[in-house]
């Protein structure tokens, strides 16, 4: 009687073995981590667009960290990526057919290939309760009537103070009114300033309407981005 249950325990262990060992149970212990570690601690995307040239570039793989803001807030010149929302324009149709949704779906999950997310990559410039206008006299930005210090930004509307500026006719595009952030929301900008659809581009110039300022909501804001790991030629923490 000892000896077959000896046996039945052998052979409960070898099957074990067998399927631990099995290239089919390994492949999905790694989607499984895979996707644990996308959800609660660094997501993978691929940035869509050239709105953060020459931070980002088209196509370039960045990690984001979804623990960044635990106990803190999003801060002034912080990238974040953020799910855009119907106010954005920026939903996107969720495809119809059963195997391709199957395939964004995981691509979603575990970060590798399309997914069904539709995401957006910006800089904070201010957050609730701070107050933002332009321009300043040289042309830069306001937080709370300060100059904000932007070394990052390239592609910028045309300022010539006296030429093109928030005075002349026509005024220049970077001018934009004083808006004060509502609570739990932040405004976002894209480096290449002239070429990011963003918080503010329908608030450009002297045919901006009221309540142009379309705002990212903290609930959307996936995470800050720490780095950029693919292509290697362009590995490591974006300027800030």
């Known amino acids: 009687m000892g000896s077959l249950c000896a046996n039945e325990n052998e052979k409960s262990v070898g099957l074990f073995r067998r399927i631990v060992g099995s290239f089919w149970f390994n492949l999905l212990a790694a989607f499984f981590v895979l996707a644990v570690m996308q959800l609660f601690v660094v997501k993978l995307y ?23 803001y635990i106990g803190s807030e999003p801060t002034v010149g912080d990238v974040v990526v953020f799910d855009a929302s119907a106010t954005w324009d920026e939903s996107r149709e969720r495809p119809t057919n059963p195997i391709e949704y199957a395939v964004k779906w995981l691509g979603g999950l575990i970060g590798v ?40 930004v390239v592609n910028d ?23 004060t ?35 990212v909501q903290r609930s959307d804001i996936v995470g800050k981005l720490f780095t950029v790991v693919w292509p290697i030629g362009n590995l490591g923490a974006p300027a800030g």
């Open 46 to 68: 691929s940035v869509p667009s050239g709105s953060m040239e020459n931070t980002l570039e088209i196509g370039d793989k960045v990690l984001v960290s979804r623990l960044a």
């Open 113 to 152: 290939g399309p997914s069904l997310d539709h995401t957006l990559v910006k800089r904070v410039v201010a957050g609730p309760g701070q107050t933002i206008a332009c321009c300043g006299d040289t042309g830069q930005m306001l937080v709370d009537g300060e100059p904000l210090e932007e070394p990052y």
């Open 181 to 215: 952030v509502p609570a739990e929301q932040y405004v976002v900008l894209g480096d290449s300033r002239a070429n990011s659809s963003d918080s503010l581009i329908e608030c450009r110039g002297s045919s901006a309407s009221d309540n142009c300022v379309r705002t």
């Open 157 to 179: 509307f045309l300022f010539v103070p006296g030429q093109v500026d928030c005075s002349t006719e026509p005024m220049s595009r970077r001018c934009v009114d004083e808006f």
